[in-house]
């Protein structure tokens, strides 16, 4: 099946750029799609920055000219081949299906046209377009950020960028990268604003029906797991801990349960978790205050109570801090909607 990029809907054609006849006084973006490409992110660019008003001309192109595969079961046609990147005033590369032998050597293909982009042209990657900067160097002694389930082996390959996990996007002027799937809308949005200003980034965020800004970064979004407790060891306190998380525990309380010292407990404990007794506390009080959050109406100060934190500051504090986000935020996030009711005409007038 192949897909011949057309213009994005919902926005009136008289608002966008056509592309039949290329508009010299329009910002020109070349989305550079490569074999295995995400077929939503893909078309982030299109949708966002061709909403606004024709201030972007958008443009795709493939690093030989012809249709390239996508990690779904379609093939996409680009309009350009890489010659086009020449043109470019931003380059966006969309996320890509990567094992970890082509994220260290990717297609030499795609470094080429890279090196077709001219000086002073703005570069920006989603999700795993990262690697392939880094992998060309771009990112050499610059904090960037991809995928947050992508970044050990970012970190094992790339050891000379700064990585940073735990937000959307991180925009060095001439270099931005960005996290997973959506976080292309936020740093699309984040170029709208940078450009032309915050008016015209809401008009387009309100076209696209997404927030102009969203809170926190993709710390809010990271799998936790909790480690499997043994029945040996202090894998026995720690499930004796979790039924007593609203209780004050100290160190010796955690010690006492297996009748060690504080000290034996403490360097067991931390052998076996990867952290201390008090980290790990933390961590499971505020993995049990995240699903208060999303699946009950509790009051932040209950919340609080009913996992362990002294006060709703103390839990705010830590949440903030490990989530970069406000209790209340995370609830609107992440809390199921209730059901919808249905009106008939007469109703909904």
């Given at each position: 099946m192949a897909i011949v990029p057309a213009t994005s809907c919902g926005v009136p054609a008289a608002r966008r750029d056509s592309g039949a006849g290329r508009d010299s006084g329009a910002h020109t973006v070349v989305v550079l799609a490569l074999d295995g490409v995400y077929p939503f992110e893909l078309g982030i660019p299109h949708r966002v920055l061709g909403?606004?008003?024709?201030?972007?001309?958008?443009?795709?192109?493939?690093?030989?000219?012809?249709?390239?595969?996508?990690?779904?079961?379609?093939?996409?046609?680009?309009?350009?081949?890489?010659?086009?990147?020449?043109?470019?005033?931003?380059?966006?590369?969309?996320?890509?299906?990567?094992?970890?032998?082509?994220?260290a050597d990717p297609d030499p293909r795609a470094l080429a046209a890279l090196s077709r982009v001219r000086p002073g042209a703005r570069l920006v990657s989603i999700c795993t377009g990262a690697f392939l900067l880094a992998a060309a160097g771009l990112l050499d002694g610059r904090r960037a950020t991809t995928h947050w389930a992508l970044t050990d082996d970012f970190r094992e390959l790339f050891p000379r960028v700064e990585l940073?996990?735990?937000?959307?996007?991180?925009?060095?002027?001439?270099?931005?990268?960005?996290?997973?799937?959506?976080?292309?809308?936020?740093?699309?949005?984040?170029?709208?604003?940078?450009?032309h200003g915050s008016e015209v980034a809401n008009q387009v965020a309100r076209r696209c029906v997404v927030p102009p800004y969203r809170d926190g970064g993709q710390a809010q979004y990271i799998e936790r797991p909790m480690p499997q407790a043994s029945g040996t060891g202090t894998g026995p306190t720690r499930d004796w801990a979790l039924q007593r998380l609203e209780l004050p525990l100290s160190l010796a309380d955690l010690a006492a349960h297996p009748a060690m010292s504080a000290r034996t407990f403490a360097r067991r404990f931390r052998e076996e978790t990867g952290l201390s007794p008090g980290r790990w506390l933390t961590q499971q009080r505020l993995r049990r205050a995240r699903h208060l959050l999303e699946s009950s109406d509790l009051p932040v100060e209950r919340v609080a109570h009913e996992v362990g934190f002294a006060t709703a500051t103390s839990l705010r504090r830590h949440l903030a801090a490990e989530a970069g986000v406000a209790p209340s935020a995370y609830r609107r996030t992440f809390r199921a909607p209730g059901p919808v009711l249905e009106m008939s005409g007469d109703a909904a007038g």
């Open positions: 909403s606004a008003d024709g201030r972007y001309e958008v443009l795709s192109a493939s690093v030989d000219g012809r249709s390239v595969r996508t990690e779904s079961d379609l093939t996409v046609t680009p309009g350009h081949g890489p010659e086009v990147l020449a043109e470019a005033d931003t380059v966006v590369i969309p996320p890509y299906a990567i094992s970890r032998a082509s994220a940073d996990a735990g937000v959307l996007f991180v925009d060095h002027g001439d270099v931005l990268t960005s996290a997973g799937a959506a976080s292309g809308v936020d740093v699309c949005l984040h170029l709208v604003r940078k450009d």
